[in-house]
């Protein structure tokens, strides 16, 4: 490596700048570098398996064992299982946007400039959902392009520094829309006829008038952002091309239609004719999200209670787009994939590659196969654990046979989840318990035994006979794998249909049935209830309840059951909620300290160290720090000099000082921009420590 020095001078002296030394480092040849190798580094074990899968997008697991073939299927399967998340995902954004989307596509379609004197203006509360308006634009744009009524121009408040370069954007934007930004440059460029100057408008009626554009919708995503005085400007510009350039404005107010109309001048807001639009709140949107997410029939991985809960928790304390949200979601199924070699049993059809005996092994050593293996010994099937144990073809089919028969225990809980939360939502049982919570408490196996639980239940004993009729037609539709509660709502209509004249039958558990007495016992008034005595009708339709609540009691007892006792639940249940938390919350300084003081948990190498000890092989700046750590709050530079030459093999006969110091310079610098170091005023050769490991 070649390197210059010119006048050299130790750090930490008080020289004037302009005597200070200058050092000029020139970096060696990247073919030398490419061919300097350690001995260990070419000593790689099963060379061919590591070239065999250095192509693959996943790293094989199982210690390195994992043949190409399954760590493909791995990879393949996660894009399957995602393809339908994402079709979801999709599917319930675009559901959220077609009211807001049709209503404002009316309204652009509607307004008609030109013919008055103002402008048609949308102001549409988006709040803390600012994305929302974003893909919100997005989609009109297609709409109007596609229609070829004109298109969406977007501006942002750093798009509008003065009224000169708002201009420029919009028209630059508005004519690409139309003639793609090739016909932007040819268009400023030409040199016939008088040039225009490229914040005139005139510019942008010539493209109009050319393309035959109908509507051109100027969007302000953060309109509170604009300077009030520029946007009036531009407002009033805006109003004078109105009978050439058909505008029609759409602001995103994120706080009050009030306060964004106070901010501007009154002869300003004459000029806009304005209309309110609504987008739905982030937080049903999110709940909804997830709940499209996790109770999808084709199924075939869940998230767990811990990452639903660190999910939910994130988007009710930030202010977190539906985008956001499905990235997460998109990470976690990802990284169960990534890191889960048994992760490539979801796919549709168990491919021979699983039948590697590493593989059997993983299988051997999940906690879900033990506890299976002591129920089986419980009940007598010592033969079977025994085949389990040596015999890898037998562990294979069970396995298949077991997953997908969990898997369906898996929907018909979610299944019950439905069946609670629409009874809970029809009768107003618990009113701040919604749909997502009763689904995370069903992941953690909470439900079944939840006071909510027990609500839902009694409330359907006590419901009239027109209550629970209208609760049956809604409750139909989700039993359609119970025959027996199937059985029990005909029962009831029948009962009900013959006993018209009657009225309305009410069951022995009703509130209503209640009737208090008082008595007067030695100047002491005594309360008691009592039931009313129940007529013929009555007492049927009582046992009719009756036999409703207990069936939907033991389906319930059957159905919601605990994940976690589930064989195989390590495969179709990911619940690792640290890498979620880490990666989405992440702590920055701990990283840094983490990476300077055991680099190896990050690099790819073969050294050994990873106890946070000094290594030749590690990054220079992990070296310094680590000596770093080592001293007190004064750090002598002299002396750190001295332990950094030994770290790095400073006794050796070819050692090159000159090359030593400028990367002991190079780390040194880095560390003061991490704010670890300052210059000591007590002393000229000392520096003082600003940061210590772990606060």
Request: charged fraction near 25%; hydrophobic fraction near 35%.
């Amino acid at each position: 490596m070649d390197t210059e020095f010119h006048e050299s001078v130790p750090f930490g002296t008080s020289r004037e700048t302009s005597s200070q030394g200058v050092y000029v480092y020139k970096a060696a040849k990247t073919a030398d570098v490419a061919n300097e190798r350690s001995s260990k580094r070419r000593k790689v074990t099963k060379e061919n398996h590591v070239q065999e899968n250095a192509q693959l997008p996943f790293v094989p697991l199982l210690n390195g064992t994992e043949s190409a073939s399954l760590v493909q299927l791995r990879y393949s399967t996660f894009r399957q299982v995602w393809s339908r998340q994402e079709e979801k995902i999709t599917a319930v954004l675009e559901e959220l946007d077609t009211q807001i989307l049709h209503d404002l596509s009316s309204f652009i379609a509607d307004s008609a400039p030109g013919s008055h004197d103002y402008i048609p203006t949308a102001l549409i509360n988006i709040g803390s959902n600012v994305s929302s308006f974003g893909r919100l634009l997005d989609r009109i744009h297609n709409r109007l392009l596609t229609t070829k009524e004109g298109g969406v121009v977007v501006l942002e408040s750093e798009d509008a520094p003065n009224l000169k370069t708002a201009l420029k954007n919009i028209i630059r934007a508005g004519v690409s829309i139309f003639e793609g930004n090739e016909g932007y440059q040819e268009l400023s460029a030409q040199s016939d006829g008088p040039r225009l100057l490229s914040y005139d408008l005139e510019v942008l009626h010539g493209c109009v008038k050319r393309h035959g554009v109908r509507k051109l919708a100027v969007a302000f995503r953060d309109s509170e952002a604009f300077d009030p005085k520029l946007l009036s400007d531009l407002l009033s510009l805006l109003s004078s091309w109105l009978d050439r350039i058909p505008f029609v404005l759409l602001f995103g107010v994120s706080t009050s239609f009030e306060l964004f109309e106070d901010r501007l001048p009154r002869s300003t807001v004459s000029l806009l004719q304005g209309k309110h639009f609504e987008i739905s709140g982030v937080g049903d949107s999110i709940h909804r999200l997830y709940e499209s997410v996790q109770t999808n029939k084709e199924n075939r991985l869940w998230l767990g209670p811990q990452i639903s809960k660190v999910l939910l928790e994130r988007s009710g304390n930030y202010f977190q787009s539906l985008e956001t949200f499905g990235r997460m979601v998109k990470y976690a199924c990802m990284s169960h994939f990534f890191a889960n070699p048994l992760s490539a049993l979801l796919g549709k059809t168990i491919s021979s590659a699983v039948q590697q005996s590493e593989f059997g092994q993983s299988i051997r050593n999940l906690p879900s196969f033990r506890k299976f293996c002591e129920d089986l010994i419980d009940d007598g099937n010592t033969g079977h654990v025994r085949s389990f144990l040596n015999d890898d073809t037998f562990l294979f089919e069970e396995t298949k046979r077991s997953l997908q028969m969990n898997q369906e225990k898996m929907q018909e809980l979610f299944q019950s989840v439905r069946v609670a939360a629409c009874i809970n939502d029809s009768l107003k049982v618990a009113k701040d318990v919604s749909t997502v919570q009763l689904t995370v408490l069903a992941l953690a196996g909470e439900l079944r035994d939840s006071l909510v639980m027990e609500q839902i239940l009694s409330a359907t004993r006590e419901q009239d006979s027109a209550g629970l009729q209208d609760l049956c037609k809604k409750l139909n539709p989700l039993l359609d794998n119970s025959s027996e509660l199937q059985k029990i709502i005909e029962d009831l209509e029948a009962f009900v249909g013959s006993n018209q004249g009657a009225g309305t039958l009410r069951s022995g558990y009703s509130s209503s049935r209640s009737i208090t007495t008082t008595t007067v016992v030695k100047q002491q008034v005594k309360l008691k209830k009592s039931q009313a005595k129940l007529t013929k009708e009555d007492s049927e339709y009582t046992a009719i309840v009756d036999r409703l609540y207990t069936e939907l009691k033991a389906h319930f007892d059957r159905t919601l059951i605990r994940p976690q006792d589930l064989f195989l639940h390590e495969v179709f249940l990911f619940d690792l909620k640290s890498p979620l938390k880490d990666t989405f919350a992440p702590r920055t300084r701990f990283a840094i300290e983490r990476v300077l003081s055991n680099p190896f948990d990050y690099l790819l190498s073969s050294s050994t160290n990873s106890d946070g000890q000094t290594s030749a092989m590690q990054p220079i700046t992990a070296t310094l720090y680590q000596l770093y750590l080592e001293s007190g709050n004064l750090v002598n530079v002299y002396d750190l000099w001295h332990a950094f030459c030994a770290s790095i093999g400073g006794e050796s006969d070819d050692f090159d000082e000159r090359m030593a110091l400028t990367l002991f310079y190079r780390a040194f610098s880095e560390l003061k921009l991490l704010g670890m170091v300052k210059t000591s005023r007590k002393k000229v050769d000392h520096v003082a420590k600003t940061a210590w490991r772990g606060l």
